[in-house]
């Protein structure tokens, strides 16, 4: 099992759809890291939160430390936002960072 | 700003040809540098990380090999490229622990290598 899970791998919403992707992780954590990575496969970083959540637009992040989740909301859901969203961790024992294998989500006018 | 160029941005190479890519970040001083792996349907896969000039750590082992001649700049390299290095190399600096604890990771563009 990997040390961070995301669900869906595979997402497609119509246009002004909201949208959640979750990720699970098993591991003791100093922050979590959600990215962006377009087409092209340039990575963009969107959050990085330890607790409760951020906002940044139409994009919303949250994490519940107990419970070791968090999730990525996207409201009004548009074309643009098409590209893999990826969840990673910062192992708080080695500070290192471990990688979800990403959700790929489409979005259609 | 800080900002991060990674270059070429696409390579193809024969099998057994060597290997150089090349990451320089600006507007920062003594950052974190890291690349990355990326294999096609899987995660990001951390090949090296350097804390400073000549101190390159390496976290999976394999015919790839790092650098750090300069502060900022951190280039990859192979002698000899086999089949299975074909993927996406992306580049990423943080502040070091130092100046910012638990900074966020910054990313190149990516270097889409295809071993031939």
């Known amino acids: 099992k990997n040390e961070v899970e995301q669900s869906p791998q595979n997402l497609t919403a119509q246009e002004g759809e909201f949208i959640t992707i979750n990720c699970s992780y098993s591991?003791?954590?100093?922050?979590l890291h959600w990215l962006q990575q377009h087409p092209g496969g340039g990575i963009v970083s969107l959050f990085m939160?330890?607790?409760g959540k951020k906002k940044h637009g139409r994009l919303i992040a949250t994490i519940n430390i107990q419970e070791k989740h968090s999730s990525l909301h996207i409201t009004a859901s548009h074309p643009r936002d098409s590209a893999v969203y990826i969840c990673?961790?910062?192992?708080?024992?080695?500070?290192?960072?471990?990688f979800g294998t990403g959700t790929r989500l489409q979005v259609f006018p | 700003s800080q900002t991060i160029h990674q270059w070429p941005a696409t390579l193809v190479q024969p099998v057994g040809s060597p290997l150089s890519l090349e990451c320089t970040v600006e507007?920062?001083?003594?950052?974190?540098l890291y690349w990355y792996r990326q294999a096609a349907g899987r995660g990001l896969q951390l090949l090296f990380y350097?804390?400073?000039?000549?101190?390159i750590s390496s976290e999976v082992p394999q015919n790839l090999s790092a650098s750090r001649p300069q502060d900022r700049q951190f280039i990859l390299s192979s002698k000899k490229l086999l089949l299975s290095d074909s993927g996406f190399y992306l580049c990423?600096?943080?502040?070091?622990?130092?100046?910012?604890?638990?900074?966020?990771?910054?990313f190149g563009n990516g270097t889409r290598l295809t071993v031939t």
């Open positions: 591991v003791g954590i100093s922050a």
């Open positions: 939160l330890s607790s």
């Open positions: 990673a961790v910062r192992s708080y024992n080695t500070d290192k960072l471990i």
């Open positions: 990423a600096w943080r502040r070091d622990r130092q100046s910012s604890y638990n900074s966020p990771l910054h």
């Open positions: 350097s804390v400073g000039i000549g101190q």
């Open positions: 507007g920062t001083s003594n950052p974190n």
